[in-house]
């Protein structure tokens, strides 16, 4: 059954209990980049296999207002096993966990995201909540995340180990969005140098982005983590997003 989320108007459902909420889950609008494109077949796959871990708050009967996009792993609970291309070995990694059939320990969270006009309401901290309410029911340890720091994008050259080591007088973390980890007691385990790789032809970044790429180098792309490298000669620019692993013991 749909479950509240800190507050009455508000209800969490996976989509394997609300089916009927999938394109809209999928359709939400988003503040990711056009060029972030994880690879399709692979979303697809999880969507599919695991609904179950697919989850969605809404309001309204119908209205959804944010998601959680997650993976279920195998993991072992050690840190250090904890692949350096997190968000794009996380799918690879649920497929290989699903079809070896081993048993479940976590679940990854790829994506924890707020409609934009919404952003004002600590929807991101009750959808976290409700989502570590639902793994804690699925018999799982742990919720590990991939996180895309939300300020870094504003200083793309700033390494992320030095980004992330900023704290406020509080203790908390400088940046917002790893802060309400940090509040439901997450805790940074390290740097996720490569998460994500996205390559593409010239023309699809001058698509994706509206910049002219016409010399080689690196290119500041708005809404990019780090510089996306360019290479004019092979009519090729490749970006390498960063990301920070976070663990969240339930």
């Not at 070995?89 to 059939?101: I, K, P, S, V, Y």
């Not at 490569?194 to 690196?218: K, N, V, Y």
């Not at 360019?230 to 970006?239: E, K, L, Q, T």
Request: proline share 8%; with cysteine; hydrophobic share 40%.
């Amino acid at each position: 059954m749909p479950r509240p989320v800190i507050g009455s108007h508000l209800r969490a459902a996976s989509l394997a209990e609300r089916p009927d909420l999938e394109q809209a889950m999928l359709s939400m609008e988003s503040s990711w980049p056009a060029y972030v494109r994880p690879d399709p077949v692979l979303v697809h796959w999880a969507f599919e296999r695991h609904s179950e871990h697919q989850l969605v708050v809404y309001e309204g009967g119908s209205t959804v207002v944010a998601r959680a996009a997650t993976v279920p792993l195998a993991w072992d609970g050690d840190a250090a096993s904890l692949p350096d291309t997190g968000w794009d070995e996380a799918l690879r990694q649920c497929l290989a966990d699903t079809h070896g059939r081993r048993r479940f320990t976590a679940l990854c969270a790829l994506e924890i995201a707020v409609v934009p006009g919404r952003r004002g309401e600590d929807l991101s901290a009750r959808t976290l909540a409700a989502l570590a309410d639902h793994a804690r029911r699925s018999g799982l340890h742990d919720i590990v995340v991939p996180v895309r720091p939300s300020r870094k994008e504003a200083e793309p050259l700033t390494p992320m180990a030095r980004y992330v080591a900023r704290s406020r007088p509080d203790g908390l973390p400088e940046d917002p969005w790893l802060r309400v980890h940090a509040r439901a007691g997450g805790e940074v385990l390290k740097v996720c140098p490569a998460s994500m790789t996205i390559s593409g032809s010239l023309a699809q970044w001058r698509e994706w982005t509206g910049l002219p790429f016409d010399s080689s180098g690196h290119v500041i792309v708005p809404g990019a983590l780090s510089p996306v490298a360019v290479d004019v000669g092979r009519d090729h620019a490749v970006y390498v997003e960063p990301n920070v692993w976070v663990r969240h013991r339930l």
